[in-house]
């Protein structure tokens, strides 16, 4: 008797958030909306798991029916002895790792790679640099080169190196730049426990130059780095309420590096990062969902159940920047295992 009530009880609940979740017109009526709440964004990310990827996939179907999976590429051009303090990165001056800073690579190498990246298959090529903004002068011209080679390669071409000024971000523009990552990381609530040197003020505002130089935005963050359900929550409600959204939206889980403040930090359960990608599909239905760092503590059937639920992009090679990926031939097997399309939107 105790049984069936309680389970009643858990009926009326799932029934309960049912009625204060959008209905299913709105889902499927094609309305991108930038005006999340946060307690539609956690009544999203909280849904029992079945109607969550339910919905999730009904949106990531409709958006994109053929299930097609970009392929990205990352390189770190400058590694290590970055002045920040990101209390999760490797690269950072602050935390004693195995990363030792080494100069940066010259532009023949960067192209040569990229050239083999597009010969394996990727269709985007991500170059990392470990700055906390970027400078004037022969660095900043060969990123200008770097970005003009992969252009003509024919592949989408990314950067990340941290801040930015609106002059540097015209000259990217021009220069062919596809896209700028630039990650929130985190909720604004739980950002000082994690980084002190710039403030998330400070990354709306080269995510805003960005913008106006008519670069497309990659903004996206990491769970698992010891916070709440709610930050999770506010994460994504700050990246779905940013007008246009993020055309790339990256969900990284933590990597706890030897070395860094998070060392000890236990990984999180592969069904939390489902969660995040169908709630980020959900909210920005058009944003490419990038399924990124943390592939390998996640097992097959967690990420085919991204790829399922709203995940459109994963980094593909042995390397992230610094850190492990899966191996390219276990990633060949995993998307024709799962029957998913590369897509190549290359020009
Ligand atoms: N310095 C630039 C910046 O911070 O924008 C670019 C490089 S930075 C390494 C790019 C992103 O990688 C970070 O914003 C963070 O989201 C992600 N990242 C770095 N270390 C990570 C880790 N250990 N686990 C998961 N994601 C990580
Ligand atoms: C992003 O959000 N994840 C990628 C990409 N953007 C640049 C980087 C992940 C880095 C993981 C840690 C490392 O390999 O150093
Ligand atoms: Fe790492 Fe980028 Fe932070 Fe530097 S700014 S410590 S490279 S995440």
């Known amino acids: 008797m105790t049984i069936i009530n309680s389970n009643i009880r858990e009926i009326k609940k799932t029934n309960k958030k049912e009625d204060s979740f959008l209905d299913f017109n709105s889902i499927t009526g094609g309305d991108i909306r930038h005006d999340w709440s946060l307690k539609e964004v956690k009544e999203i990310l909280d849904l029992p798991l079945m109607d969550l990827l339910w919905r999730a996939q009904i949106i990531h179907r409709s958006y994109n029916p053929g299930y ?14 970055c002045s920040e303090d990101c209390s999760y990165c490797p ?13 940066a690579l010259q532009v023949k190498s960067v192209l040569d790679r990229a050239k083999a990246a597009k010969e394996s298959g990727a269709d985007r090529f991500c170059m990392g640099w470990a700055w906390r903004e970027i400078k004037d ?12 080679g992969v252009r003509e390669l ?12 609106d002059s540097q971000a015209f000259r990217l523009a021009e220069a062919g730049l596809t896209a700028y990552n630039h990650n929130l990381d985190t909720s604004p609530e ?9 403030t998330y003020q400070d990354r709306l505002e080269t995510l805003r130059r ?58 999180i359960d592969p069904l939390e990062m489902v969660r995040m ?71």
């Open 68 to 81: 097609k999976v970009q392929l990205a590429s990352l390189l770190s051009v400058k590694t290590g002895g």
């Open 91 to 103: 690269q950072s001056a602050h935390n004693e790792t195995k990363v030792e800073p080494v100069p």
């Open 137 to 148: 002068g022969k660095a900043f011209d060969s990123m200008l080169e770097m970005v003009k």
């Open 154 to 165: 024919g592949l989408e071409a990314c950067v990340t190196a941290g801040m930015i000024t």
């Open 190 to 198: 739980h950002y000082s426990k994690i980084i002190s040197t710039r």
């Open 210 to 267: 960005v913008r106006m130089a008519g670069i497309t935005v990659c903004c996206g963050g990491i769970i698992g780095m010891g916070e709440s359900i709610s930050d999770r929550a506010s994460l994504l409600k700050v990246l779905a309420t940013l007008d246009p959204h993020p055309e790339s939206v990256p969900i990284n889980a933590l990597v706890a590096v030897q070395g860094t403040p998070m060392e000890d930090l236990s990984s």
């Open 277 to 347: 990608v169908a709630t980020a599909r959900i909210i920005m239905p058009k944003s490419r969902i990038r399924l990124s760092a943390g592939r390998k503590q996640l097992g097959r059937e967690a990420q085919i159940l991204c790829l399922q639920s709203g995940a459109d992009s994963i980094f593909y090679g042995d390397t992230l920047l610094t850190t492990g990926n899966p191996e390219v031939d276990a990633d060949r097997k995993l998307l024709a295992d799962a029957g998913m399309k590369v897509n190549f939107c290359q020009e």
